[in-house]
């Protein structure tokens, strides 16, 4: 019984996560055979590529097992005097949305996730005092400990960032001023274009002193080596959410009596 429950588990997991798969393997045969696609090539493509995808996968998938942790310490933050989290129970959709989770949020989270390094590189700029060479941005040939501490952090930062104001998204949970009866959209804030746009400037920016083509092909073939995680992360977190509502609720500890007034306009 067990097995087969399992079985059902994966099957459905990569029928939600196909377009990562696709991705990554067309990836994989075109840095093995043909040309230097994502900054790696010949047959260490292989090992090279499943790697940075496990490894980004895992680190991306970590937060969102912090998302109870979270929600309880955010609902300290946001149910405030007149302010209490409230649940739109009627507009709760439960379906897997396709549009949302295999391209408006992977490109959010990238977008995101450019935007945190670019800033921190400029940052280091400020620091140094000197202008950070392209390699720094670019993935190095060897494995570097400081930089990979930089990328989980920055990864990391990002999943946990964006999987919370998606679960009050997806949860459809709302901002309540309890005194004037206004009710906000918390993600909206974060918006859906504005990391996407600044993410992708921010780094385009870094690359000033090649030619713009090079540019845009350098952050073309960092889109690429994001996609797949970032979508394994989309997925991970609809499942999550699916799964553990009731305890999600429960921390952020949405108003229950403010619901009632809600469900009876």
């Given at each position: 019984?067990?097995?087969?429950?399992?079985?059902?588990?994966?099957?459905?997991?990569?029928?939600?996560?196909?377009?990562?798969?696709?991705?990554?393997?067309?990836?994989?045969?075109?840095?093995?055979?043909?040309?230097?696609?994502?900054?790696?090539?010949?047959?260490?493509?292989?090992?090279?590529?499943?790697?940075?995808?496990?490894?980004?996968?895992?680190?991306?998938?970590?937060?969102?097992?912090?998302?109870?942790?979270?929600?309880?310490?955010?609902?300290?933050?946001?149910?405030?005097?007149?302010?209490?989290?409230?649940q739109i129970?009627?507009?709760?959709?439960?379906?897997?949305?396709?549009?949302?989770?295999?391209?408006?949020?992977?490109?959010?989270?990238?977008?995101?996730?450019?935007?945190?390094?670019?800033k921190f590189?400029?940052?280091?700029?400020?620091?140094?005092?000197?202008?950070?060479?392209?390699?720094?941005?670019?993935?190095?040939?060897?494995?570097?400990?400081?930089?990979?501490?930089?990328?989980?952090?920055?990864?990391?930062?990002?999943?946990?960032?964006?999987?919370?104001?998606?679960?009050?998204?997806?949860?459809?949970?709302?901002?309540?001023?309890?005194?004037?009866?206004?009710?906000?959209?918390?993600?909206?804030?974060?918006?859906?274009?504005?990391?996407?746009?600044?993410?992708?400037?921010?780094?385009?920016?870094?690359?000033?002193?090649?030619?713009?083509?090079?540019?845009?092909?350098?952050?073309?073939?960092?889109?690429?080596?994001?996609?797949?995680?970032?979508?394994?992360?989309?997925?991970?977190?609809?499942?999550?959410?699916?799964?553990?509502?009731?305890?999600?609720?429960?921390?952020?500890?949405?108003?229950?009596?403010?619901?009632?007034?809600?469900?009876?306009?």
């Amino acid at each position: 019984m067990a097995a087969y429950q399992m079985k059902n588990i994966l099957f459905k997991s990569f029928k939600l996560m196909w377009p990562a798969v696709v991705v990554l393997v067309l990836t994989l045969i075109i840095s093995a055979f043909f040309t230097r696609f994502v900054f790696v090539a010949g047959v260490e493509s292989f090992w090279k590529i499943l790697l940075r995808f496990f490894r980004l996968t895992i680190i991306l998938a970590l937060p969102i097992l912090f998302l109870p942790y979270v929600s309880s310490f955010m609902q300290y933050l946001l149910n405030r005097g007149n302010y209490r989290l409230i649940q739109i129970r009627g507009e709760r959709n439960h379906e897997f949305n396709r549009w949302n989770s295999w391209l408006i949020r992977p490109l959010q989270c990238i977008g995101l996730a450019m935007l945190i390094a670019a800033k921190f590189i400029t940052v280091l700029q400020i620091y140094t005092g000197g202008a950070i060479a392209t390699a720094m941005v670019l993935p190095p040939p060897h494995f570097s400990p400081g930089r990979f501490l930089s990328i989980t952090a920055i990864a990391m930062i990002t999943s946990l960032l964006l999987s919370f104001f998606w679960t009050l998204d997806d949860l459809e949970i709302r901002y309540s001023n309890r005194k004037t009866g206004e009710v906000r959209m918390i993600g909206k804030y974060i918006g859906i274009m504005l990391p996407i746009i600044f993410g992708f400037y921010g780094i385009f920016s870094l690359f000033e002193s090649h030619e713009r083509l090079l540019a845009v092909q350098y952050i073309f073939q960092m889109i690429v080596v994001l996609y797949p995680p970032f979508i394994v992360m989309t997925v991970l977190h609809f499942l999550y959410i699916e799964k553990h509502e009731p305890i999600l609720l429960g921390k952020l500890k949405t108003d229950a009596q403010f619901l009632l007034m809600n469900n009876h306009k």
